[in-house]
């Protein structure tokens, strides 16, 4: 409402003979149970004009309505000035999005940025907290790309250290040979059975030099796997081709099953880091940062930060014996990150529970006179719950992502089926609408709350078809095709309408906030504010579909513009929609 801003400045200036600035106007939008569309603030002016708050904004007010053609009336309420924009102003506004390509997407501005998302490690297949992650970064990242800005997808994948050996050498005592063609299990979900393994056998081990008399922490560093396990990870890093070529195999099947599920999610990547790529970088910038004096050594050569003027505490960043902690590698890549894409923003998506671990590592490298340094930002997100005894869990302690997917299409076809609407469907058509459905309602669900927030996630309440849901986006999206299809109209689009009610001005206001509502996930990387506008775009339509004739009204052109509004409703969903990985079925 740039015209309104702008006309309010010149009132205070005629009516007041006082300048301000359009950064000196606040305007909102009008509270439901008040006439109007825009609220202007007129509080900050009262200094300025020596009078009330209500006489000020009637005096503003009257001054508007007479220099704007715009503005079709006002109120006001306790200092308010609530504006009533005219509605030829909103046929214009609807005409516009009508007839633009991609409508609430931004041109390129030229400007990149990285999401790094997902993150995993290869001893075990991805469970629910992968799931939040994935479907996070990969929306964010379409949101960001939605607003202009060309998007780089990373993936730094965790595929070294005692824990990928744990799973090497439970695999090497225990496994027979076993493959996944030879077990029929995916990949990530074998190595991931001898992780657990390794687990078992060695609490075994613990408790028995326990009963010898050992203490538990002895025990724990004296059990012999460990310390088998620790040798294979020495001669990983000392490069033994037989430990080297087992890493490698075991990583291989890691990989294809990652590559299932990921599929199975509708997430992608553009960039893949691997840490055994990656972990002896940053040795370099310590050095630097010893010459600049940002860092100290100790004693014992261990070379530490002292943040404690910064609030935080002293931070290690090079052990005694000159090996790297993971502080030291995290430099590194954020620097091969940048060398190598150049760009202007980089979002870490990793839980809440790395929040320090991130302020230190953006603040080292702001000392270390990073310029790139400010672009870095770390999206922390909460943990996901599920209500006891809801999801079966293949390891018995976390949430498979494959049995969560499953579940969710599971759940979907039975609510689907219970509504008894699938009848003229194929089985191959079924199938492929509860995939939709189910993975709609799992993304949803899990993307509608502010990603700082915990999250308790129940399966069958997240597929409620008139809840707050997905599957209730998509089913008004359906609804709305087949309004299209049923209508058997072609070139209704464009049609504008000489007038409009209530329900047709509400629909297009709602409308016409779609491209800052991307433009503020994107600013704040927050998908919910999406998610929820969909809602209310979904819920909006519903409610003008109920008491708005479309079919079956006689005026033909009132017809055309609602079937018009309706399609650009429908475009809205289906585009908003994919920002958040979810698909919309094109009938229900």
Known sequence: MEFIIQKTVDAVQTLYNQSITSSDITLQETRK?????????????????????????????????????????????????????????????YADSSKTANFGFSAANGKKVMVEYSSPNTNKPLHLGHVRNNLLGYSVAQIIGAAGYEIVKANLVNDRGIHICKSMLAWQKFGNGETPETSGLKGDHLVGKYYVIFDKEYKKEVDELKLQGLAEDEAKKKAPLMLEAQQMLKQWEEGDSAVIDLWKMMNSWVYAGFDVTYKNLGVDFDKYYYESNTYLLGKDLIEEGLAKGV????????????????????????????????????????????????????????????????????????????????????????????????????????????????????????????????????????????????????????????PKKRIMFDPNESIDFQGHTGPFIQYSYARIKSVIRKSEQFGFEGTLPSVINKDERELIQQLDKFPSVINDAAETYNPASLANYLYEVAKGYNKFYHDNPILKNEDEQVKKFRLALSALTGDVLKRGSNLLGIEVPERM
């Open 33 to 93: 149970e008040f006439a109007g569309d825009v609220t202007l603030v007129v509080f900050p002016f009262t200094r300025l004009s020596k009078k009330s708050p209500d006489v000020t904004a009637q005096e503003i007010g009257e001054y508007l309505k007479q220099n704007v053609a715009e503005i079709a009336d006002f109120n006001v309420i306790k200092g308010f000035l609530n504006i009533v924009i005219d509605d030829n102003f909103w046929i214009n506004r």
């Open 295 to 450: 860092f100290f050594r100790k004693p014992d050569s261990s070379v530490w930060i002292d943040l404690t003027a910064d609030g935080l505490d002293e931070k290690l960043v090079l052990r005694s014996d000159g090996t790297s902690v993971y502080m030291t590698q995290d430099l590194g890549t954020a620097e091969l990150k940048y060398n190598d894409f150049h760009m202007d923003k980089s979002v870490y998506v990793v839980g809440n529970e790395q929040d320090y671990h991130f302020k230190v590592l953006f603040l080292i490298l702001e000392k270390l006179g990073k310029s790139w340094a400010k672009g870095l930002f770390h999206l922390s997100y909460g943990m996901v719950d599920l209500p006891s005894g809801k999801m079966k869990s293949r390891e018995g302690t976390v949430v498979d992502a494959d049995d969560l997917i499953q579940e969710m299409m599971d759940t979907a076809r039975q609510h689907t089926e219970e509504l008894g609407k699938v009848e003229d469907f194929t089985e191959d058509e079924k199938t492929e609408l509860f995939r939709k459905i189910g993975l709609g309602a799992l993304k949803y669900h899990l993307l509608k709350v502010d």
